[in-house]
T-cell receptor
Framework: AQRVTQPEKLLSVFKGAPVELKCNYSYSGSPELFWYVQYSRQRLQLLLR??SRESIKGFTADLNKGETSFHLKKPFAQEEDSAMYYC???????????FGKGTKLSVIP | SAVISQKPSRDICQRGTSLTIQCQVD?????MFWYRQQPGQSLTLIATANQGSEATYESGFVIDKFPISRPNLTFSTLTVSNMSPEDSSIYLC???????????FGPGTRLTVL
């Protein structure tokens, strides 16, 4: 069975501080990993996916197969980064997304 | 990315009644999905809706409780039948585009059952 774990329910950081949102997964194969973000009063939207290897809004995430992790990082947090962040996994050949429980990021001015 | 709308955006319903949620996409899509997000919980996939075939339900979800229609490539409905307070959740539609393997989400329908 596939599983996504986000150990932190809430993460508070000061503006300008580095941010790391943790995501660990369990899957016996080569998964595809995603980060979705939901800003206040907005719909869930894709932030980034590991196969793109791109930086969106200053965020990056590297898939570490050895540690089965896909942590989301940003060197300098901004107030507009305050949102709910969900890590999600899709197994090979599947359309189904398995989501973690989410981490609420609060950036303190 | 696809533009997805859901109706209604929210509703308050009485126990024992049923509610049908509509999902409309502005372009043709291959796959449509229905998720549930209970208070304080993550998103859980209810079923996958393919045009022209029966929906595929995930473990713990049955067609009698959550009948789904997918009459064409831009529209789907989810019905929550014989509702109880435990069905109070946000219900989300998502789509996977014909030219993309990324899922995009609708705004959600917030359902409260009294």
């Amino acid at each position: 069975a596939q599983r996504v774990t986000q150990p932190e329910k809430l993460l508070s950081v000061f503006k300008g501080a580095p941010v790391e949102l943790k995501c660990n997964y369990s899957y016996s194969g080569s998964p595809e990993l995603f980060w979705y973000v939901q800003y206040s009063r907005q719909r869930l939207q894709l932030l980034l996916r590991h196969i793109s290897r791109e930086s969106i809004k200053g965020f990056t995430a590297d898939l570490n197969k050895g540690e089965t992790s896909f942590h989301l990082k940003k060197p300098f947090a901004q107030e507009e980064d305050s949102a709910m962040y969900y890590c999600a996994l899709r197994g090979a050949g599947s359309y189904q997304l398995t989501f973690g429980k989410g981490t609420k990021l609060s950036v303190i001015p | 990315s696809a533009v997805i709308s859901q109706k209604p955006s929210r509703d308050i319903c009485q126990r024992g009644t049923s509610l049908t949620i509509q999902c409309q996409v502005d372009s043709q899509v291959t796959m449509m999905f229905w998720y549930r997000q209970q208070p304080g919980q993550s998103l859980t996939l209810i079923a996958t809706a393919n045009q022209g075939s029966e929906a595929t339900y995930e473990s713990g979800f049955v067609i009698d409780k959550f009948p789904i229609s997918r009459p064409n490539l831009t529209f789907s409905t989810l019905t929550v039948s014989n509702m109880s307070p435990e069905d109070s959740s946000i219900y989300l539609c998502s789509v996977e585009g014909l030219a993309s393997d990324t899922q995009y989400f609708g705004p959600g329908t917030r359902l409260t059952v009294l």
